[in-house]
């Protein structure tokens, strides 16, 4: 009777166990697109690498383009000067549709909502749907890999915002 009970408590210890684990991924994932949105909106283009590993990729197949990240920050210098110099206000926020992690690579799907308003213009907002390939490397998540793969709609924006 008691190991039969003993047995049952170590079962559904084991079961419970992965939620914490499970809960912190999620929690320092959630900090590293946190960190990513303010770079974007603060125009912090080494902030922004900082949430990369140095060999990171980018690739954008909805423009049919592939570098590193490094390079895709430099094609973009101005842009983040911009930002960074008050000419222009950015911001990305980030909604997931599938998020595989462990504790040390991660798979995250979702969309993201890129928002740009260039002085004495209106905000051009454009939906676009992403993967992102990630490491954990001496306790800190980076990025491996950006894959824009296509544009999303509203539509899938909204329905995004009641996944996961």
Same mark, same amino acid.
């Given at each position: ?28 994932l959630d900090a590293l697109w946190a960190r ?16 990369? @590993?140095?060999?990171?990729? *980018?690739?954008?197949?909805? $423009?049919?383009?592939?570098? +590193?990240? %490094?390079?895709? /920050? ?14 222009? @206000?950015?911001?990305?926020? *980030?909604?997931?549709?599938? $998020?595989?992690?462990?504790? +040390?690579? %991660?798979?995250? /799907? ?19 749907? *992403? ?15 950006e894959l824009q793969t296509s544009d ?13």
């Open positions: 009777m008691i190991r039969r009970a003993s047995l049952r408590l170590l079962l559904t210890l084991l079961a419970l166990a992965p939620l914490p684990a499970h809960a912190q991924v999620t929690a320092e990513v949105a303010q770079s974007v909106a603060t125009g912090d283009p080494d902030l922004y690498l900082s949430t990369y @590993h140095p060999d990171a990729i *980018f690739v954008s197949a909805r $423009r049919g383009v592939t570098r +590193t990240v %490094a390079e895709d /920050v430099e094609a973009n210098r101005a842009t983040w000067n911009d930002t960074r110099e008050g000419r222009a @206000h950015r911001s990305v926020e *980030f909604r997931f549709t599938e $998020r595989l992690h462990g504790q +040390t690579s %991660a798979h995250e /799907v979702g969309i993201f909502r890129y928002a740009s308003t260039e002085a004495g213009a209106s905000e051009r907002v454009v939906l676009i749907h *992403f993967e992102a390939a990630l490491v954990k490397k001496n306790g800190v998540s980076l990025q491996l890999l999303a709609t509203e539509a899938e924006w909204e329905a995004a915002a009641r996944t996961r």
